[in-house]
């Protein structure tokens, strides 16, 4: 499956830095997947918008996935990590 992971910048007491977002990656990212893409996007969380990473990572390891947006969640205080999932990308 290929999951689309959304990660608010926005936390309760300020902003994930490009800093912080850097070391969630060499932590969390690196350490479970060989190969993700991220890019910048605009989201709204409770009607605060809010800049945003979207993550694509093509995997069936549910459990990694689960692991990272836990990570995300406990590093940043935030509320949730959004996630959806389309078939897997194919090479060509």
């Given amino acids: 499956m290929l999951y689309h992971l959304t990660y608010g910048r926005n936390t309760p007491t300020g902003y994930v830095e490009d800093i912080d977002w850097e070391m969630f990656c060499r932590e969390g990212l690196d350490v479970y997947f060989d190969g993700y893409t991220v890019y910048d996007a605009m989201g709204t969380w409770k009607s605060q918008p809010e800049d945003t990473k979207v993550v694509l990572i093509d995997t069936d390891n ?31």
């Fill in 62 to 92: 549910t459990k990694a996935i689960n692991d990272v947006a836990t990570l995300y969640k406990d590093m940043f205080n935030q509320d949730a990590v959004g996630h959806f999932t389309t078939p897997s990308m194919e090479f060509i």
